[in-house]
């Protein structure tokens, strides 16, 4: 245990939350000034460009990305740059279906999620460019630099508060300027990223089949469990605008948002545990198998202390930090924030599942969770009102980590009763 706690893993971890605070925790370090400068209808529409931008995500590159992980540990220096390229080719040839069913459904996508269509074409933009960088942020974990990752996330993060102010303060934009901003960072962050891409050659600019075909076989089966996990997470948003309104929905986003900080956390470690854990994989023992298990049981105290700090300290962050139009969204902080230390614990064991390749159950437990979610969602939305989305994104992260903790088990055993 103490040589983990010594380990490059916690040294990485500490510089990946940083940066992963400053730049998913954007939207948390605007609430005090979104929540006095944005009505909650425009906050809620804020939050549905959230929304639609992580249920297009799955379908840029059909989530090639996400084999780099597992490749990097197989494929030699120069073939792996030419992998790196063809998985970029991948997101570029998926826009052309993606565009297609935007110009056909536009109209109806609008309706449901009360956005404009105009800006579903912004949403695209923003995923695309957000895929773009993941494939040179995944390699930079992969090669442990977190440094390098850090002075980029914490850039983009500069520009995209900067660009806000300017655009809402200066220029008087309303939910627009905040939904821009966010746009500005990504191209900005983008351009950056090219750049050094051609400095450090990190890709071989040459066109494979195999490579992209590979990736599409690792990737594709995820799309499923990609698609799952952003139900669990953003459907309840849509429920709420629909079966509500548009402005409940905006303070409930708040709520979402302060109990998210709980998933800004988790999210940072597991950006540095999957390549830890890879890594040691290659060569495991039954020792170190149990000294895994007993750092991720720690780790799973570790969070729900955490929760407990944020519910003790929720009442004062509403007090001095939230806009009275948005103080009734304190009572959605716990059931977020436990749904998401759940969610934690999730990731810790699918990760095991990752390892060993088995991404089409991954796809297919998660989108079994996600269906449960949506039932959830209707079903507590109608009896309790918008705090029952919060309790449906509790549950539904609970059924998903027992569903993949079993299957986990049985794929890719770890002496979990058996770690002392």
């Known amino acids: 245990m103490k040589q983990l706690l010594k380990s490059s893993l916690v040294r990485s971890t500490g510089i990946y939350t940083f940066a992963n605070l400053l730049n998913a925790g954007i939207p948390f370090l605007l609430l005090p000034y979104l929540t006095n400068t944005l009505t909650p209808d425009d906050y809620g529409l804020v939050a549905m460009f959230l929304v639609l931008f992580n249920l297009f995500m799955p379908f840029v590159g059909f989530s090639g990305e996400s084999a780099i992980s597992k490749r990097f540990f197989t494929l030699g220096k120069d073939e792996l740059k030419q992998y790196n390229y063809n998985v970029f080719l991948l997101q570029l040839i998926s826009l052309g279906p993606i565009l297609l069913v935007v110009a056909l459904f536009g109209g109806m996508i609008g309706e449901i999620s009360q956005f404009p269509k105009i800006w579903i074409y912004a949403v695209i933009l923003q995923s695309f ?44 934009y309303s939910w627009e300027g905040r939904v821009s901003a966010q746009i500005l960072g990504t191209i ?57 309104n548009l402005e409940e929905m905006g303070i409930y986003s708040v709520g979402y948002q302060v109990g998210l900080i709980i998933g800004l956390f988790q999210n940072s470690f597991n950006q540095a545990w999957i390549p830890w854990l890879f890594g040691k994989l290659k060569a495991p023992t039954e020792l170190l198998k149990k000294k895994i298990v007993r750092f991720i049981y720690a780790y799973y105290f570790g969070l729900l202390s955490f929760l407990i700090m944020l519910v003790l300290l929720t009442p004062l962050i509403f007090a001095y930090l ?17 749904g998401f230390a759940i969610n934690g614990m999730y990731k810790m064991v699918v990760s095991f599942l990752f390892y060993s390749e088995n991404t089409g159950l991954i796809g297919m437990s998660t989108l079994f969770t996600a269906i449960i979610n949506v039932a959830l969602n209707y079903v507590l939305i109608m009896q309790y ?36």
């Open 129 to 172: 460019g957000t895929k773009f960088l993941e494939i040179y942020f995944s390699l930079l974990r992969l090669k442990d630099k977190p440094i390098e990752f850090g002075v980029l996330r914490v850039g983009k993060t500069i520009i995209e508060i900067g660009a806000t102010f300017a655009l809402i303060s200066v220029l008087d």
């Open 188 to 244: 900005a962050t983008s351009i950056i990223v090219f750049l050094l891409i051609l400095k450090s050659r990190a890709f071989n600019f040459s066109l494979s089949k195999d490579k992209i075909v590979d990736a599409l076989k690792f990737g594709g089966p995820l799309i499923p469990h990609i698609i799952g996990a952003t139900l669990i997470t953003y459907s309840d948003r849509l429920f709420i605008t629909n079966m509500v």
């Open 322 to 338: 939230i806009g009275e139009e948005f103080k009734d969204a304190s009572v959605f902080v716990f059931w977020i924030g436990l």
């Open 385 to 420: 009102g918008s705090i029952g989305a919060a309790y449906a994104t509790a549950l539904a992260f609970f059924v998903q980590f027992v569903v993949i903790w079993v299957v986990s088990n049985r794929k890719y055993p770890m002496p979990w009763f058996k770690f002392i």
